[in-house]
């Protein structure tokens, strides 16, 4: 049988036998990566809104930055964040590097920046085309942040679901800092990674599959959101 | 006994470079109906913003009687949020710190003033764009504003909801609300006005009783507006 097709075999059996280690990847996966986009969302989408309504000297700077920060590489993210984790580290009384906490820092500030950068864009557009509107009505400038982001609500969480997909996709921070511990810090990225590298194809690829299928997942999510605003936008155009 | 509302002072709005306004006089008496017109551009509606002091004033200064009073804004487009109408209508009152019942009662209140109790409950997104410029006025009116200003409210409705609105705004001025309201509908004008500002490159040049604006002398320039906007007069 050709290996690829049997690899693909034996991977669709550990699937469908609920395997327990490869569910524990799974579950630590998406646990870690579901708090670092928790984190991620309220810290992004606070300074999303805050970029948007505030006026201060360097803004633009800020923002140059912080879209710069889209394209941050994982890798580099791990770096810092093992750095200041490190023994030696300001942070290394913690005693939290090689930890799933570790990871969930990681992950956060590698998609911190995507929520954040995303968030301002949405609200800052809302704002400019209904915050006179709505400072008419006695809004101040938080109460315009806060409403618009609630009536675009579905956007940003399209956002936080695109931001989990990079999250739970991502393998550079979380080798890093978390290290591949077995049956503490092993993911799924990781886990494919390692088993590739030792040649356990089936397991790689079934973990390659449940990941796969997560983002399928999400991108259905997604689809389910943008089909659902756009049917409820085609309805009020319909009736007007 | 006429009493001031609002007033403007040499005022003076400018956006970047662009000066939307210069050196505008300004005075609204309480119970007024006042029409301002204009071509495209000549900065109807930044006099509008100006008088809510929704734009800062680059020079001059705005006036507002004592106790301030309150103002509500109706907008071409009016900006519906992604709930219900009942809801929509309760935001401004809410943003007022007004309490809850209250608050429903009010906003029922003026839903039913403008024809749209029974659609309270649906999302205010699904309204027609008339039913929504009836909302945005149940919104406006449920704040019972001492001032209501309306940047050319009928402009994109079709003449049955244009019809609606203008008798919504007539109901509401002749229970006292002072009117300030652009418009490029001259009929209009003439039958909710009576007085009437004419705007140009941000400048006022004509601020005259209706009945003047349409049969009196008028300065050169607002003459040939209308005359260009009632080619038959």
């Excluded at chain 1, 009384?93 to 590698?110: C, D, E, K, R, Y």
Aim: net charge positive.
């Amino acid at each position: 049988m050709n290996p690829f097709v049997e690899s693909f075999h034996s991977a669709l059996q550990l699937v469908g036998a609920a395997d327990s280690k490869l569910f524990a990847i799974v579950g630590l996966s998406l646990s870690v990566s579901a708090l670092a986009t928790l984190i991620a969302a309220t810290l992004g989408l606070l300074a999303g809104a805050a970029l948007a309504v505030r006026r201060f000297p360097g803004r633009r700077g800020v923002l140059v930055v912080l879209n710069t920060l889209l394209a941050l590489p994982s890798v580099v993210v791990g770096l810092v964040v093992y750095l200041l984790l490190s023994r030696a580290g300001p942070l290394g009384a913690l005693g939290i590097l090689f930890t799933p906490a570790a990871m969930v820092i990681a992950q956060a500030i590698l998609v911190t920046p995507i929520v954040a950068a995303l968030a301002h864009q949405t609200i800052d557009d809302a704002l400019r085309e209904h915050g006179e509107q709505l400072r008419s009505l006695g809004a101040g400038r938080l109460a315009c942040a806060l409403i618009v982001a609630w009536d675009e609500r579905m956007v940003l969480l399209t956002l936080a679901l695109v931001a989990f997909g990079r999250a739970v996709s991502e393998v550079g921070a979380v080798m890093i800092v978390g290290g591949n511990i077995d049956g503490v810090t092993r993911v799924m990225t990781t886990a494919i990674a390692l088993e590739t590298s030792k040649g356990d194809l089936p397991l790689a690829l079934a973990l390659g599959m449940v990941l796969l299928g997560v983002v399928l997942l999400l991108n259905v999510l997604i689809a389910g959101l943008r089909e659902w605003r756009l049917r409820a936008d085609d309805v009020a155009s319909a009736a007007a | 006994m006429t009493a001031l509302l609002v007033a403007l002072r040499s005022a003076t709005v400018s956006f970047g470079a662009k000066r939307a306004l210069q050196g505008i006089e300004l005075a609204v008496q309480v119970g007024e109906r006042v029409a301002v017109v204009g071509a495209n551009g000549s900065g109807k509606s930044s006099l509008l913003r100006a008088v809510h002091g929704l734009v800062p004033l680059h020079d001059g200064r705005r006036e507002l009687a004592d106790p301030a009073p309150r103002i509500a804004m109706l907008f071409q487009r009016p900006y519906m949020l992604r709930m219900s109408v009942l809801a929509n209508v309760e935001l401004g009152l809410k943003l007022q710190g007004i309490a809850h019942a209250p608050r429903h009662a009010q906003a029922l209140q003026a839903l039913q003033r403008v024809g749209l109790a029974s659609q309270a409950l649906r999302n205010a997104r699904v309204l027609s764009a008339g039913q929504q410029q009836r909302a945005a006025l149940a919104r406006a009116w449920a704040m019972r504003p001492d001032l209501l200003l309306l940047d050319e409210p009928t402009a994109s409705l079709d003449p049955t909801a244009k019809r609606e609105v203008e008798t919504l705004i007539e109901q509401f001025a002749a229970q006292g609300t002072t009117l300030l309201m652009s418009s490029h509908n001259l009929g209009q004008v003439k039958r909710l006005a009576s007085r009437v500002l004419y705007l140009e490159h941000g400048r006022l040049l004509a601020d005259v009783p209706t009945d003047a604006f349409f049969n009196g002398p008028l300065p050169a320039e607002a003459a040939l507006f209308l005359k260009g906007e009632l080619p038959w007069a």
